[in-house]
């Protein structure tokens, strides 16, 4: 089982970043994915949620109306895009697969990715 999350880089405030999460040995469609995120010195977060079968979306208060997240079936993929990012959206971003959505978040995380790293310059 493996995620990877990729899409990250360096964006002026104002931008647009998409990340992409890619599961291989398990099929993302039977998962609630959360995207999570840690920003320097600090505790890791929930960002967005998107439930199995349904498709249920959920968003952190900090990310509505900025972020999407969407998943792609046939691709085994989810993603995340960011539109208006801010300074205080920098950090690691990881992707991990779980039973159902908390929230925001992706509740009992049967497998996590290695992250992706995001840099928004203000």
């Known amino acids: 089982v493996q995620l990877v999350e990729s899409g990250g880089g360096l964006v002026q405030s104002g931008g647009s970043l998409r990340l992409s999460c890619a599961a291989s040995?398990?099929?993302?469609?039977?998962?609630?994915v959360g995207w999570f995120r840690q920003g320097p010195g600090k505790e890791r977060e929930g960002v967005s949620c998107i439930s199995s079968v349904a498709g249920r979306t959920a968003y952190a208060d900090s990310v509505k109306g900025r972020f999407t997240i969407s998943r792609h079936n046939a691709d085994n993929t989810v993603y995340l895009q960011m539109n208006t990012l801010e300074p205080e959206d920098t950090g690691v971003y990881f992707c991990?697969?779980?039973?159902?959505?908390?929230?925001?978040?992706?509740?009992?995380?049967?497998?996590w990715g290695q992250g992706t790293q995001v840099t928004v310059s203000s």
């Open positions: 040995g398990i099929n993302l469609e039977f998962y609630a």
């Open positions: 991990s697969a779980g039973s159902y959505c908390l929230g925001h978040e992706s509740a009992l995380p049967y497998s």
